[in-house]
């Protein structure tokens, strides 16, 4: 981990964004393999990612702040994970992948936008306890988070009204 990171949850979660960014960039690479793999860690970083937050962020943020701002995260998280569900279950190489790739590149976008608004923005205002009790359910939580959520596991996470 790198040491800016040190307590410091929004670091986590910007390098996150960095990274699942930077592999969606290399999914339109020419060579095949490159685009295949890229693809793969795609679908793992996204999932993972997504899964973090979802336990750690969107608790602190509904506990703290607003229940509109969790339900429109959680929204957005299950248009991310239809994308990331598309990918899974075709072929890499077939011609539907690139325009699944973009509509996804849009998605996460948006999605590292609206989090840097709705949540890592708030966390600037956390006590020095608060954000390392945060930080350490983030890393925790990454080494457990599954690789993979299959989208139909967290139906019980839309809003409801």
Same mark, same amino acid.
């Given at each position: 981990?790198?040491? +800016?990171?040190?307590? &410091?949850?929004?670091? /986590?979660?910007?390098?996150?964004?960095? !990274? /699942?960014? &930077?592999?969606?960039?290399?999914?339109?690479?020419?060579?095949?393999?490159?685009?295949?793999?890229?693809?793969?860690?795609?679908?793992?970083? /996204?999932?993972?990612?997504?899964?973090?937050?979802? @336990?750690?962020?969107? #608790?602190?943020? +509904?506990? !703290?702040?607003?229940?509109?701002?969790?339900?429109? =995260?959680?929204? @957005?998280?299950?248009?991310?994970?239809?994308?990331?569900?598309?990918?899974?279950?075709?072929? *890499?190489?077939?011609?539907?992948? *690139?325009?699944?790739?973009?509509?996804?590149?849009?998605?996460?976008?948006?999605?590292?936008?609206?989090?840097?608004?709705?949540? /890592?923005? +708030?966390? +600037?205002?956390?006590? *020095? =306890?608060?954000?390392?009790?945060?930080?350490?359910?983030?890393?925790?939580? !990454?080494?457990?988070? *599954?690789?993979?959520?299959?989208?139909?596991?967290?139906? #019980?996470?839309?809003?409801?009204?």
């Amino acid at each position: 981990m790198n040491s +800016k990171t040190s307590a &410091d949850p929004a670091a /986590i979660l910007r390098e996150d964004h960095q !990274r /699942i960014l &930077d592999f969606l960039e290399r999914c339109s690479s020419s060579n095949e393999e490159d685009r295949i793999t890229a693809i793969r860690k795609v679908i793992a970083e /996204i999932s993972k990612h997504l899964s973090v937050v979802e @336990e750690c962020v969107l #608790h602190f943020v +509904k506990d !703290r702040f607003s229940d509109v701002m969790h339900d429109d =995260a959680i929204k @957005e998280h299950l248009d991310i994970k239809r994308l990331v569900a598309d990918l899974e279950v075709i072929d *890499p190489l077939e011609p539907r992948v *690139p325009g699944i790739l973009e509509s996804l590149t849009e998605a996460f976008k948006s999605h590292v936008q609206n989090e840097e608004e709705r949540c /890592i923005s +708030k966390l +600037k205002d956390c006590d *020095p =306890a608060t954000a390392a009790s945060l930080f350490d359910s983030l890393t925790k939580e !990454r080494m457990i988070a *599954p690789v993979r959520v299959p989208i139909n596991l967290h139906h #019980h996470l839309l809003p409801t009204a």
